[in-house]
């Protein structure tokens, strides 16, 4: 047992070693000096006005004597001094001069750096030896740098690799560049010279393609953007890569061209390595809003191979559990009401349907969706085919054919006799319709975009020819665009207008709200209703849906970096609203939410999005959730 002095004492040196190590910035000093033992205590800097102290500091072999409590090396402190000239003179400092000298108290010893920058240098640009096909023009643009600015070697560096790549895309496989910095210190400027030697032109030879064989073979080779004898180019050589990748059969692509020797026809051979024939994945997702938590679940299985080299097989698995939380504590979540939604799908996937590049599908799924006004079961069957229109596959063209019918069951007491009539919900639904979808996408990136345009248009058309009972058209145009605020900004605007003209089936209906629409509106909750008395006396409504939607917004998105942390905010404006009839949508009299929100990007799939919206009018009785103003939202992945 220890006595208690001993124990004050051994409390005592535990605080004061934790004293120690939180000085030390929570690690334990590197190391015990003797006395007598010089060390570096400090490392200080005079006279840089462009480079800062940090920056410099980084870069110094010093450095680490300094973190280890080391005695100064005149050794490294010789290569510092090279280094600190170095890092001038790339900036264009040509007569930088770096001095040095030390302070010592006891055994600690202060190093000084004193730095006279001097003029800067300014640059100039000569590119010469460009074969005619290139644009000297589009040459000199890519020295990010105008004759007479200040001289920057990162600049003359990065430069290089695209310039060279620029004069190979042009047929010249073997080109060759020196490039050099010329600098005149008298003068006080630097030449950037660029010297090309492209060397013949060269044509693409014989394709050879190994690792597999068959129709396999066959599609990669389809997919070359190039074929024997066309003017050798870069570009080709990548985008064929690139679309042999995209077939998602393969897990390894390279495309070798044998530059070896001076020829003018070069060899070409492409190895491919397949991906796995059985691939299962799974998936979870959540969200929240101001009247449900979502809980979402996916799994998928896919074999390829069979019954051809390029059908992919595949069956679909996606739970989802809704829980109305309009009068339930978080804490009374088992205790909610809920609504289950589940669909169980099977598709079949044929490439290169009829010619390349074609795809076609069948889809095959059974539906239990329990809604706001009814529970919702059956089966859905639909064809598809999807085309490029254009060689750069920009625009797309899907046609299709959906065949589905649902019964519709546990109706909400709200809905009468009457009402539920006029829904189509009382019988089964029988629907049948050929679908079309043109797509054109300019977006810099499908996930997160920064720049571009896409834009949309689906069509359908419903009835007896095609073996429905509803007779409609369904028309909806969607259009998106994406531009770029300084370096970390994002301004990001989007329009959709939905009709059903004709007859309105109950599964086509329309709803807004949540948060990939309306975020001033929990999820579906922007939509005609019907209203009633619950069982305790009190107002309620349930949606139903409408044949007329129109959505837009406008947010401005930025990233930031607080501690490392992946972080971004955004701020919003949202308008929309949905119709019972697609001629009763006024676009000067919409629902409009302001909103504010958090982004966090560590999913491949999108940044986790924390939001929330203020409406701003039409919150009085008789609108969709009248009386509330606020909604906030969890959810993933961008808005639009």
């Not at 739970?319 to 205790?335: G, K």
Request: aromatic share 8%; glycine share 12%; net charge negative.
């Amino acid at each position: 047992m220890l006595s208690s002095r001993m124990r004050v004492h051994a409390m005592a040196a535990l605080v004061a070693a934790v004293a120690a190590v939180a000085a030390c910035g929570g690690k334990a000093p590197a190391r015990v000096r003797r006395p007598g033992t010089e060390y570096l205590a400090a490392i200080e800097f005079d006279g840089n006005k462009t480079i800062s102290s940090e920056a410099l500091l980084r870069g110094l072999a010093l450095n680490r004597n300094l973190k280890a409590g080391r005695a100064l090396d005149e050794y490294q402190l010789g290569i510092d001094v090279t280094r600190i000239e170095g890092a001038y003179k790339k900036r264009g400092f040509l007569s930088v001069v770096v001095s040095t000298s030390t302070e010592t108290s006891g055994d600690a010893t202060t190093l000084f750096f004193t730095i006279q920058e001097g003029p800067r240098a300014t640059a100039s640009v000569e590119i010469t030896g460009l074969p005619p096909e290139v644009d000297p023009e589009e040459a000199r643009a890519l020295v990010k740098l105008e004759d007479g600015e200040p001289f920057m070697y990162a600049a003359f560096d990065e430069a290089k690799a695209p310039m060279l790549a620029l004069v190979e895309d042009k047929g010249y496989a073997h080109a060759q560049l020196d490039a050099s910095v010329i600098a005149d210190r008298a003068k006080n400027t630097t030449t950037l010279r660029y010297w090309f030697d492209p060397g013949p032109k060269v044509l693409w030879g014989d394709v050879k393609i190994v690792g597999v064989e068959g129709p396999l073979a066959d599609a990669a080779r389809a997919r070359l953007a190039f074929k024997p004898g066309d003017p050798y180019s870069t570009k080709a050589a990548a985008a064929s890569q690139q679309a042999i990748y995209g077939m998602g059969r393969f897990k390894t692509v390279r495309v070798d061209v044998d530059r070896s020797s001076l020829a003018t026809v070069v060899p070409v051979k492409v190895s491919l390595e397949e991906s796995t024939r059985w691939e299962a994945r799974g998936g979870i997702g959540a969200g929240i809003d101001t009247l449900t938590y979502q809980a979402r679940l996916r799994a998928s299985l896919t074999h390829v191979g069979w019954p051809t080299p390029l059908t992919t097989l595949g069956v679909e698995f996606r739970p989802a559990y809704t829980v109305l939380r309009d009068n339930c504590d978080f804490f009374e979540v088992w205790n909610c009401d809920y609504e289950p939604r589940i669909r169980l799908l099977g598709t079949a996937t044929q490439q290169d349907l009829f010619r390349p590049e074609v795809k076609g599908e069948l889809t095959g799924g059974l539906d239990y969706l329990t809604l706001e006004a009814y529970t919702q079961q059956g089966a859905r069957l639909s064809l598809g085919i999807d085309t490029p229109i254009a060689a750069s596959k920009r625009l797309q063209l899907h046609l299709g054919y959906l065949l589905a019918g649902y019964d519709f069951t546990d109706i909400n007491a709200l809905i009468g006799p009457t009402t539920a009539a006029r829904l189509g919900i009382d019988h089964f639904e029988r629907l049948g319709a050929f679908t079309e979808t043109l797509a054109l996408d300019f977006r810099d990136n499908p996930v997160s975009p920064r720049l571009g345009l896409y834009a949309e248009l689906r069509l359908a058309q419903g009835g007896a020819f095609a073996g429905g009972a509803y007779h409609y058209t369904q028309v909806m145009p969607e259009l998106r665009g994406y531009v770029p605020v300084g370096p970390l900004g994002v301004l990001a605007a989007h329009a959709r207008l939905g009709m059903l003209l004709g007859d309105v089936p109950p599964t086509e209906r329309f709803y807004s709200g949540g948060a990939s629409s309306q975020r001033g509106f929990a999820e579906r909750r922007l939509s005609p209703t019907v209203d009633g008395i619950d069982a305790n006396g009190n107002p309620t409504s349930v949606v139903i849906g409408g044949g007329g939607l129109i959505e837009t917004g406008v947010e401005l998105r930025t990233r930031f970096s607080p501690f490392g942390i992946k972080a971004g905010g955004v701020v919003f404006l949202d308008g929309g609203d949905v119709t019972e009839d697609a001629y009763d949508l006024d676009p000067t009299d919409l629902h409009w939410a302001v909103g504010i929100g958090l982004r966090f990007y560590y999913l491949p799939i999108g940044p986790i999005r924390l939001e929330a919206a203020y409406r701003l009018n039409r919150t009085g009785p008789g609108e969709p959730a009248g009386g509330d103003r606020f909604n906030y939202l969890l959810s993933v992945g961008e808005a639009f």
